[in-house]
């Protein structure tokens, strides 16, 4: 007992994987911010950079223990998120993409799920979340065709996925609720054609082109429900929907707390603005703009950490797969953009004349936070199901 007491004394501290993630973050820092014109220039994010990333486990973050993962908990796999956002746009897209990706495909049936990781958890993987495609049933699977729009990370990927309308005789099957039925499709990204359709205002380096089959016969072990059970152990696994908004929601808290920090850095260089009596960093009427910019921030930062613990505490309770989280996720997605985006656009105000030109980070972050807030789970409309939630809890604490 003594001597496997000393033995214990004298081992290696157990490392942290969530902490050797961040280290190789911020050694990695310099160079992404440095190529941020590349980045967007190439509309993708370097080969060499998707290695690196690659390197520090970006892509295996999610993925389980027994497929060799890291298996972060949800928190910490936000803060990488963050972390990312926080240096480019679109490495952090690409993050939460990786984020989301690995967990998706963690309802798939067991076999298709062992073929993904194949050749190791650092398997990159994207797709679309809209129904783009049909899927026409067959003897032999199904017969798949369509295209798919922002197929973000396709050109670096190794298996690609899109959701399909099933259909019998050209007809939709009927599926929940009426509704058509609806089945994910999972192939490697040499199966797929990539149309070069990525030319836009913001996140411009993730390469989110749309993604193509035609007519291919896919078999039925390719496929697999939207609403399956969780077929992973553990927390992570057992409600995407409800996980989904608060990837967003890190995303964009990442790219305001960026644009603070850029806006300081150019008020820091004793830049004085035409016709300006003073300095920006002497200026009252800056000082004021800025004092309000940091309490929106400080709000966003404590919302986003409070809605993650509430959810991630569900999660391991096992009490996450609720549709009333979902909405309440949602709920945060929506005004964190909101009030990320108005951040940003104050930042850009504040910074005058300077923040117009290419060269300045301030407006790429403007454009990538505006086209980060056109995602659907950040979509304005989804204060309709929110005002819902509050009437029923109001009802029913009424009752």
């Known amino acids: 007992m003594q001597l496997h007491e000393k033995n214990k004394s004298h081992s290696a501290p157990l490392r942290d994987p969530h902490q050797d993630m961040l280290v190789g973050i911020r050694e990695l820092a310099p160079e992404i911010k440095a190529r941020a014109a ?61 984020g989301v990706s690995s967990l998706f495909v963690a309802a798939s049936p067991p076999e298709l799920y062992k073929r993904v990781y194949q050749d190791g958890p650092d398997t990159a993987i994207c797709g679309s979340s809209q129904p783009g495609g049909t899927a026409e049933r067959v003897a032999d699977g199904y017969r798949v065709k369509g295209r798919w729009p922002f197929a973000s990370g396709c050109m670096h990927a190794d298996w690609i996925g899109g959701i399909c309308i099933v259909t019998e005789n050209g007809k939709p099957v009927p599926g929940p ?123 966003a930062q404590a919302f986003h950490e409070v809605q993650a613990a509430s959810h991630w505490r569900h999660a391991l309770a096992g009490t ?32 005058g004349s300077s923040a117009v030109y290419d060269s300045s980070p301030l407006q790429r972050r403007l454009r990538d936070l505006h086209v980060a807030a056109q995602h659907a789970h950040a979509q304005q409309r ?18």
């Not at 929907?241 to 820091?268: C, I, K, W, Y």
Request: hydrophobic share 45%.
């Open 320 to 351: 996450l797969n609720d549709e009333d989280l979902v909405v309440e996720g949602t709920r945060s997605a929506t005004w964190l953009a909101t009030t990320c985006v108005g951040i940003a656009d104050a930042c850009f105000s504040l910074a």
């Open 382 to 399: 989804q204060y309709v199901d929110v005002g819902k939630l509050a009437l029923r809890r109001s009802t029913e604490h009424a009752g």
């Open 38 to 98: 590349e980045i967007e220039a190439a509309r993708r994010i370097p080969p060499d950079l998707v290695e690196r990333l690659r390197s520090i486990g970006l892509f295996r973050m999610f993925v389980p223990h027994s497929h060799g993962g890291l298996e972060l908990e949800f928190p910490a796999g936000l803060e990488v998120i963050k972390t990312l956002a926080r240096l480019d746009g679109s490495i952090g897209w690409i993050a939460a993409v990786a």
């Open 177 to 299: 609720q009426g509704k058509p039925l609806l089945r994910a499709v999972m192939l490697p990204a040499r199966d797929w054609e990539i149309e070069d359709t990525w030319h836009v205002a913001g996140l411009e380096g993730t390469g989110s082109h749309h993604v193509t089959l035609r007519e291919t016969l896919v078999p039925e072990a390719n496929f697999f429900d939207l609403d399956a059970a969780p077929r992973q152990s553990g927390p992570l696994y057992r409600a995407l929907r409800q996980l989904l908004p608060l990837v967003h929601g890190a995303f964009v808290v990442g790219m305001a707390e960026s644009t603070v920090d850029e806006l300081l850095a150019l008020a820091n260089t004793g830049r004085q603005q035409l016709y300006a009596a003073v300095p920006m960093r002497e200026s009252e009427i800056f000082q004021y703009e800025l004092g309000r910019i940091s309490a929106e921030l400080g709000a």
